[in-house]
């Protein structure tokens, strides 16, 4: 089935999908740290190999002459680690990466004639972020007509021990942040307040949690899902509160010197997320519908721990553009596999 690549192996969530993969893969953990990579081929096992380049760009030139059957790509902030290494990637290779960055995803998926062109298969959002949101609108949707508007509350739970938050997450938070808020309004993707909105949640475990908008790719694959011509999504993890109206602006202009941009997206990876017990065992997300002249329905997708769900997401869309499962273009995991894909990685609908 050829090589599966994971650039950007190192990190927490590149060593969870590696050992997902391993031993029934042949794999390649890539990225800037020798030493470390060698560690994680040795607890990997098997056949895996390392590749070392300091620079996405230099990854992808070795991507290029290796002609890989999957590169997967964990480095962010991924509106700019996309482009080269999908450019990379030959005919039939397959590209999935793990991002939620409105524009990052929104840049790959208008691409799709040309990754279809190109023969490359393109899998962009392959976790939770994206697709715990998308597999709940196509569950909602699916055999209706596309509702007026939708509003879709995500709440993650992170467990495990205290780790960095890593450059993949704090680029995509960092360049949310830059890019502001945004929603769908009359179909068109139109500027919104971050922050607003903001909703007490209690799911039906009993657990609470805030949710507020915030810029993210599930934006447009819900949109997609469900054609609804009003979109909102809001998660546990956005900033609320009246002084984030007032804050939100004065971060922009001041991440806009690229600099300070790059000091703050160091500063928050190196932030550790984790180690504290969690107010639920259990990842969620809420949807609602509003049809046309019809009442609001409402449904659950209940996950496990949120990164685990995110890697298990991975690794299978990995392994299944990897067995010739997938069809030339970009796309969002759930718009390829459908609501099967959420649920092998064990998420159910309530």
Known sequence: MGEIWIVGATGRSGRMIAANLAGRHDLVLAGRDATRLHELAGRVGGTARTVVGATPEALAGEIGRARPAVVINLIGPFTRTAAPIVRA??????????????????????????????????????????????????????????????????????????????????????????????????????????????????????????????????????????????????AAEAPSGPLVRVAVPVARSVLRVPAIRRWATARMAAMTIGGKPPASEYTWVRGRVKERGGPVREGWLRAGEAMAFTCTVTALTAARLARGEGKPGAYTPGALFGTELAEEAGATFH
């Open 89 to 234: 990637c030959p005919p039939g290779t397959g590209y999935v990466d793990i991002s939620n960055e409105l524009f990052g995803i929104k840049a790959l998926l208008d691409r799709h004639d040309e990754a279809a062109a190109a023969g490359r298969t393109v899998v962009t959002g392959a976790g939770f972020g994206v697709l715990g949101s998308e597999a709940l609108a196509l569950h909602l949707c699916a055999g209706r007509p596309a509702p007026e508007r939708v509003r879709f509350d995500r709440v993650a739970m992170i467990a495990g021990e205290a780790e960095p938050m890593g450059e993949a997450l704090a680029g995509s938070i960092v360049d949310g942040i830059l890019g502001g808020g945004w929603a769908y309004r009359g179909g068109r993707l139109v500027p919104a307040p971050v922050g607003a909105a903001a909703e007490r949640q209690t799911m039906p475990d009993g657990s609470t949690a805030t949710t507020s908008s915030f810029p993210s790719g599930d934006l447009i694959a819900v949109q997609r899902a469900t054609g609804a011509a009003e979109v909102l999504i809001a």
